[in-house]
């Protein structure tokens, strides 16, 4: 158990289709950054939270939006769903602000497997 | 932009047997991190080794060490006495030591890695 805690698991959705991804960061960690993983992009950075304010954007669509709560956890809506945002998608969390502050990787939750039918 | 580049899609070892992996990546920063994750069946994403550019030591975790060439921008794994836990998703990782988005993890495209009893 890395500390970081994903649910659900498994989703499995329609198209068109609005769901919600949870995500509990490790304990006394304030970052936490979403991750796509799908076969052709590879792990792609969507976003990053600092302690409830959005810190950093990556290659996140305008159907996808997320938000950190005042617990610490952190939320990834994705609306209007397609069969292209089938993936995986990881939550990883870091104590620092911004990664230039030491020398530490993430640490990533086990992921939630999306899959638009 | 930052790039990471896996050169290598699969690889296959003995157990016991040493394998290296390599990685190359493109940045004209001299401030950053590198790292090697393993992702294993199970999904989840294991931080295996990382090393700071601007320590010339090569970094070491058991059996698993680096080859860091800094001029010619190359990052390789190295695992010695290979072992069946070994068989996973390697994925090598580049973060900035700046801030925003451009401190965040740019990985490369993976190296599926076979242990054979």
């Known amino acids: 158990d890395s500390g970081v805690t994903q649910t659900p698991k498994h989703l499995i959705t329609a198209t068109g289709q609005r769901v919600t991804l949870r995500c509990s960061p490790r304990?006394?960690?304030?970052?936490v950054y979403w991750y796509q993983q799908s076969l052709d992009q590879g792990l792609q950075f969507l976003i990053q939270?600092?302690?409830?304010?959005?810190?950093a954007k990556g290659n996140i669509l305008e159907r996808f939006s997320a938000q950190q709560f005042p617990d610490l956890h952190s939320e990834l809506n994705l609306s209007s769903l397609e069969l292209g945002d089938s993936a995986l998608y990881f939550c990883?969390?870091?104590?620092?602000?911004?990664?230039?502050?030491?020398?530490?990787?993430?640490?990533f939750g086990s992921g939630t497997r999306l899959t638009v039918v | 932009a930052q790039t990471v580049t896996q050169s290598q899609p699969e690889m296959s070892v003995q157990e016991a047997e040493t394998v290296t992996l390599s990685c190359t990546y493109d940045?004209?920063?001299?401030?950053?991190?590198l790292f090697w994750y393993k992702q294993p069946p199970s999904r989840q994403m294991i931080l295996v080794i990382r090393?700071?550019?601007?320590?010339?030591q090569n970094a070491t975790e058991n059996r698993f060490s680096v080859n860091f060439q800094k001029a010619a921008k190359s990052f390789s794994l190295k695992i010695s006495d290979s072992q069946l836990g070994d068989a996973a998703m390697y994925f090598c990782?580049?973060?900035?030591?700046?801030?925003?988005?451009?401190?965040?993890?740019?990985f490369g495209k993976g190296t599926k890695l076979s242990v054979k009893p």
């Open positions: 990782a580049y973060r900035s030591g700046g801030g925003g988005s451009q401190g965040n993890l740019i």
């Open positions: 990883a969390s870091s104590v620092a602000p911004h990664p230039g502050q030491g020398a530490y990787g993430y640490t």
């Open positions: 939270y600092y302690n409830g304010e959005e810190r």
């Open positions: 304990s006394g960690d304030l970052s």
């Open positions: 940045t004209s920063e001299s401030d950053y991190y």
């Open positions: 090393q700071e550019a601007y320590k010339q």
